[in-house]
C-alpha cells in the first residue's frame, strides 16, 4: 500500500520552517512542498505586481524556493501534479482554489492581528475577501477539517470568534513551543535594546514609522539600539528612516530573530511573533498588544508542536496506529 501523499503549503520563512518539522514529523508519509500560489483573480493581481509584498510576492517565493531546494525537498508549485491525499495550509487568509476537495489541516504561523471592523464583515458575509482584515481572519475560511492552534489563549479567541471548536486542536506551533532553546547562539551583541519592525505599511495598514523609531530610541535610552527588519518590508525606505531618527542604531534585513531577542534587555515590537519568544524568555517587551493579553495567548511551550501537529493530520488520514508508532 503505496504512503499518503501530502502537500506542505509554504510561504513565508517562518510558515516554510514550520512546515519543514511537520513534515520531519510524518515520515509515514511522502511529503511534497509548494511555494506560496495564487490562483483565479488573484493571480492576475500577483501578475500586474499588486501582491509583491504578500508571502506570495516574488521575494518571498524565491527565499522558500532556496530553503526547499537547500534541504533536498520534493516540490510541486501549487499542487499541480495532484493526488493528494491531504493538505497542510500555513494560513486561510486566502486559500488557493487548488486540489478542491482534498481534506486540509491549518497551521496557525504565530501572532495575530487585533480584530478590526472587517473582521465582522467577513464573518457576515463570505462574498467579503478575508485578507482585507489581515491575518485577524485566520480560520474564518472554515475550509479545513482541523485547525492547528498556538494555546489555549488562542483556542478561547478563535471560540469566541465563532469557529467550531470541534475542529480546533490546541498543538503549539513549531517555531514557538521551546523558544528556551534560542539561549544557545553565537550572534554576537548581548544587553541590547532591540526593536521588531513589522510589514504593516506593504500590507496596507496604518504605521506611524518615524513615532515608532522615536519611541525606541527614548525607551534605548543611550543602550545598544538594534533593528530587525520584517522580510517583507521595503527596504532601502525602512533603513532610511532608522538612519535618520536614531543615527547610531545596527540594522539587520537577515539573520534569526529569536537570538537577538534572546540576546537582548529590552524588545521592542508591533504586530511581532517575536513578542512571545521575548515573553517566553522573561524580557522586558513593549508591544502594540497588551502585555496581559499577549501572556493570555501565549504559545504552549511544550517543546512537541510538529509532533503534535504529525498526530493530528495521522488522525485526518486515518492512518493505522502501528504507522504512527514508528
Given at each position: 500500500m503505496r504512503a499518503p501523499r501530502v502537500l506542505f503549503i509554504c510561504g513565508s520563512h517562518n510558515q516554510t520552517?514550520?512546515?519543514?518539522?511537520?513534515?520531519?514529523?510524518l515520515p509515514d508519509v511522502e511529503a511534497v512542498f509548494s511555494p506560496f500560489a495564487f490562483?483565479?483573480?488573484?493571480a492576475v493581481a500577483h501578475r500586474l505586481r499588486l501582491l509583491d509584498h504578500t508571502v506570495g510576492g516574488p521575494r518571498a517565493v524565491a527565499r522558500c524556493l532556496r530553503y526547499l531546494k537547500s534541504h533536498h525537498l520534493q516540490i510541486d508549485t501549487a499542487g499541480r501534479r495532484g493526488?493528494?491525499?491531504?493538505?497542510?495550509?500555513?494560513?486561510?487568509?486566502?486559500?488557493?482554489?487548488?486540489?478542491r476537495g482534498t481534506p486540509r489541516v491549518l497551521v496557525q504561523e504565530g501572532i495575530l492581528d487585533p480584530p478590526n471592523p472587517l473582521l465582522h464583515l467577513i464573518r457576515r458575509s463570505r462574498h467579503v475577501p478575508r485578507w482585507l482584515a489581515g491575518t485577524a481572519s485566520t480560520g474564518q475560511s472554515h475550509a479545513y477539517e482541523r485547525f492547528?492552534?498556538?494555546?489555549h489563549g488562542y483556542y478561547d479567541h478563535f471560540v469566541r470568534?465563532?469557529?467550531?471548536?470541534?475542529?480546533?486542536?490546541?498543538?503549539?506551533?513549531?517555531?514557538?513551543?521551546?523558544?528556551?532553546?534560542?539561549?544557545?547562539n553565537d550572534f554576537p551583541h548581548r544587553n541590547h535594546v532591540l526593536v521588531c519592525t513589522s510589514d504593516a505599511r506593504e500590507t496596507f495598514k496604518r504605521d506611524d514609522r518615524r513615532g515608532f523609531i522615536r519611541r525606541a530610541v527614548d525607551i534605548a535610552a543611550g543602550r545598544l539600539l538594534l533593528f530587525k527588519l520584517h522580510p517583507n518590508e521595503w527596504m532601502r525606505r525602512a533603513v532610511a528612516e532608522i538612519r535618520r531618527h536614531a543615527p547610531g542604531a545596527l540594522v539587520y534585513a537577515e539573520g534569526k530573530a529569536e537570538e537577538m531577542v534572546a540576546n537582548a534587555d529590552v524588545v521592542i515590537c508591533q504586530y511581532s511573533t517575536l513578542a512571545f519568544v521575548a515573553l517566553?524568555?522573561?524580557?522586558?517587551?513593549?508591544?502594540?498588544?497588551?502585555?496581559?493579553?499577549?501572556?493570555?495567548l501565549l504559545p504552549e511551550q511544550n517543546g512537541s508542536a510538529a509532533g503534535n501537529i504529525a498526530d493530528v493530520c495521522r488522525e485526518v488520514l486515518d492512518l493505522p496506529a502501528?504507522?504512527?508508532?514508528r
Amino acid at each position: 500500500m503505496r504512503a499518503p501523499r501530502v502537500l506542505f503549503i509554504c510561504g513565508s520563512h517562518n510558515q516554510t520552517t514550520q512546515m519543514h518539522q511537520i513534515a520531519a514529523a510524518l515520515p509515514d508519509v511522502e511529503a511534497v512542498f509548494s511555494p506560496f500560489a495564487f490562483t483565479g483573480t488573484a493571480a492576475v493581481a500577483h501578475r500586474l505586481r499588486l501582491l509583491d509584498h504578500t508571502v506570495g510576492g516574488p521575494r518571498a517565493v524565491a527565499r522558500c524556493l532556496r530553503y526547499l531546494k537547500s534541504h533536498h525537498l520534493q516540490i510541486d508549485t501549487a499542487g499541480r501534479r495532484g493526488g493528494y491525499d491531504l493538505v497542510l495550509l500555513p494560513s486561510d487568509v486566502y486559500v488557493a482554489d487548488i486540489l478542491r476537495g482534498t481534506p486540509r489541516v491549518l497551521v496557525q504561523e504565530g501572532i495575530l492581528d487585533p480584530p478590526n471592523p472587517l473582521l465582522h464583515l467577513i464573518r457576515r458575509s463570505r462574498h467579503v475577501p478575508r485578507w482585507l482584515a489581515g491575518t485577524a481572519s485566520t480560520g474564518q475560511s472554515h475550509a479545513y477539517e482541523r485547525f492547528c492552534v498556538a494555546s489555549h489563549g488562542y483556542y478561547d479567541h478563535f471560540v469566541r470568534l465563532g469557529l467550531d471548536p470541534g475542529r480546533l486542536v490546541i498543538t503549539g506551533i513549531p517555531n514557538f513551543d521551546d523558544c528556551a532553546r534560542y539561549r544557545e547562539n553565537d550572534f554576537p551583541h548581548r544587553n541590547h535594546v532591540l526593536v521588531c519592525t513589522s510589514d504593516a505599511r506593504e500590507t496596507f495598514k496604518r504605521d506611524d514609522r518615524r513615532g515608532f523609531i522615536r519611541r525606541a530610541v527614548d525607551i534605548a535610552a543611550g543602550r545598544l539600539l538594534l533593528f530587525k527588519l520584517h522580510p517583507n518590508e521595503w527596504m532601502r525606505r525602512a533603513v532610511a528612516e532608522i538612519r535618520r531618527h536614531a543615527p547610531g542604531a545596527l540594522v539587520y534585513a537577515e539573520g534569526k530573530a529569536e537570538e537577538m531577542v534572546a540576546n537582548a534587555d529590552v524588545v521592542i515590537c508591533q504586530y511581532s511573533t517575536l513578542a512571545f519568544v521575548a515573553l517566553a524568555l522573561g524580557k522586558e517587551v513593549h508591544s502594540y498588544f497588551g502585555l496581559d493579553e499577549l501572556r493570555r495567548l501565549l504559545p504552549e511551550q511544550n517543546g512537541s508542536a510538529a509532533g503534535n501537529i504529525a498526530d493530528v493530520c495521522r488522525e485526518v488520514l486515518d492512518l493505522p496506529a502501528r504507522q504512527a508508532a514508528r
